[in-house]
């Protein structure tokens, strides 16, 4: 009995959780945009195209804003005049100007 009880209060967190997941997208979230350009970061270095890692974007995020971060995140990565960095670098730079941005934002309210 307690076994059923145990699954059954787990599924329901974890139900819960998916569905607060779902909700939110990519763009709200300055740690996913650290992730994201940490995994474009990596993309380049492993010689993947500016074109491969756009289609990788389309392929995995079908949230219009979610494809439209990625893709600016692409932009800047792959830009001619864009400094080769780690992906850790990446995850790094770009969570620190998500955060300063949203604290800019935040003040001028």
């Known amino acids: ?10 599924a329901a967190c974890l139900a819960q959780a998916t569905v607060q997941a779902v909700a939110q997208t990519v763009s709200d979230q300055c740690f996913a945009i650290g992730d994201i350009a940490g995994q474009v970061a990596s993309w380049r270095a492993h010689k993947k195209t500016r074109a ?3 289609d990788q974007a389309t392929k995995y995020y079908h949230d219009d804003a ?4 990625f893709a600016a995140i692409i932009e800047k990565i792959y830009a001619p005049n864009a400094p080769r ?3 850790d670098q990446a995850s790094m730079a770009f969570t620190s100007d998500c955060a300063k941005a949203r604290k800019e ?3 001028a309210r």
């Open 85 to 87: 960095m780690t992906p």
């Open 52 to 54: 491969q890692a756009l």
């Open 66 to 69: 979610d494809r439209q971060t």
């Open 105 to 107: 934002l935040g003040s």
């Open 1 to 10: 009995m307690k076994r059923v009880v145990i699954s059954a209060l787990l």
